[in-house]
């Protein structure tokens, strides 16, 4: 059984340009899945209509037992990611947990995250700031495919008041719902280092031109960038770093 990296690269009829950009990611993950000995899967069309693109990741067992693909553990990356050629193999460092990354960005907003979904959804419940993940970048087996399930469902059937929520707080989709149900079943979490997910780049002034955070990680993931309007800053630096990467060091 080889191992699978699992993507979401859907055409939002609402934003269709910000699937630009994906496309490289795409093209980044292959490259590396081709050194790595696994495969890739490309989500590239809508499952339920009522889900936004980045929660179809929680479907992403059903989708390969249904398609008859054998596999033994799964990394789900957002589709604003690009590796590093060079990366290592993450798959030889999971310990077969469930592996993430810290939410290494605006502590404000994952505060406000936590709160509004313990007050709203979860009674209460809370768990350790600093234990929660961003969801961009996850390793998962077999193990999970429960959770996964029970989250899934938990959306389908709440799925007005998920939305409300996201309308009215602006604390996230996804992620945050993950994150509770992993911390409120006690699921067995790997947190990884920084360098496997490298968020919020522009606010920490790394994501620079001299392309110095190609030098510092492994994975780059171009999200909260300010002033980002139909998602061209987005493209422009995830096209920059995939041709400096795949060019030796090199740009068009």
């Keep these: 059984m080889k191992n699978i990296i699992f993507t979401v690269n859907i055409k939002n009829p609402d934003k269709l340009n910000r699937s630009i950009p994906y496309n490289l990611s795409v093209k980044s993950w292959r490259n590396w899945a081709s050194k790595n000995n696994c495969d890739i899967f490309v989500l590239d069309q809508w499952i339920y209509e009522e889900m936004n693109p980045n929660w179809h990741k929680l479907l992403v067992f059903d989708l390969l037992e249904n398609d008859k693909i054998k596999y033994d553990q799964i990394l789900i990356v957002d589709s604003d990611t690009i590796i590093h050629p060079d990366a ?140 980002n309007y139909n998602a061209k800053k987005t493209l422009y630096w995830m096209q920059k770093t995939f041709n400096y990467l795949n060019m030796g060091g090199n740009e068009l």
């Excluded at 979490?189 to 030098?215: A, P, V």
């Design 88 to 227: 290592p193999n993450m798959f030889d460092i999971s310990d077969n947990k469930f592996c993430a990354i810290h939410n290494d960005g605006s502590y404000d907003w994952v505060l406000r995250s936590m709160e509004t979904y313990s007050k709203f959804i979860f009674k209460g419940y809370m768990f350790d700031w600093w234990k929660y993940f961003n969801s961009g970048i996850m390793i998962v087996n077999k193990k999970h495919k429960d959770l996964f399930e029970q989250i899934k469902n938990f959306y389908l059937v709440n799925i007005d008041l998920l939305k409300q929520i996201q309308e009215n707080f602006s604390v996230g989709t996804d992620q945050p719902m993950i994150n509770f149900f992993v911390h409120k079943n006690n699921v067995d979490l790997k947190l990884l280092s920084y360098e496997w997910n490298m968020q919020d780049m522009n606010r920490k002034e790394i994501l620079t031109h001299d392309m110095l955070f190609t030098k510092v990680g492994w994975i780059y993931h171009f999200n909260a960038i300010p002033e």
